[in-house]
């Protein structure tokens, strides 16, 4: 990555860019789990997510910003159940028009650093079966596939399977 983008934890404050950013992100791929202003949750909301994730042990919300505003965000989503509150869920979205640039790569690397200090064990993800490029990046990082989740996404009228990965710690 080559720009000077910055890379941080969200915070609260972030919550009004964030809603932009996933109304905006969800009409440029069909791989995400909402498409374009389908991501209807309340400020509120938002805000309230980003301070339980910047308070809780198991989860973090990065994004990074361009001229300050939001061009991608990864999130690790740590279980609350004792026994499995090693694991945690991860997910990812990058701006279109920074694809490509290694700002996925960079962000999935800072996640897992993120997520060996907490003592996470597992990082598990779903992603759409036709999404060769997020399968890709996550190989390159180490994940691999451990099942297939049937009609898990409803893209367009159409049911599509989601590759189920995860990477051990």
Known sequence: MD???????????????????LNQVGGESDHLLHGENEFNV????????????????????????????IIA?????GYYAARIRHRAKFSISVKKA?????IGTEMLKRIIEQAKKMELRVIELEVISDNARGIRLYHK?????????????????????????????
Do not use: C
């Open 73 to 77: 965000r990864a999130e690790l989503e």
């Open 98 to 102: 920074y694809w490509n640039q290694g």
């Open 141 to 169: 990082m180490g994940f691999i596939d451990i099942g297939i989740y049937k009609k898990y996404f409803y893209v367009n009228g159409i049911y599509k399977d989601a590759v189920v990965m995860q990477k051990v710690l």
């Open 3 to 21: 720009h000077p983008y910055i890379i941080r934890e969200a915070v609260s404050e972030d919550a009004e860019k964030m809603i932009l950013y």
């Open 42 to 69: 309340p400020i509120e909301g938002v805000k309230r997510k980003l301070a339980m994730s910047k308070d809780a042990q198991n989860s973090i919300v990065l994004i990074t910003l361009d001229n300050g505003q």
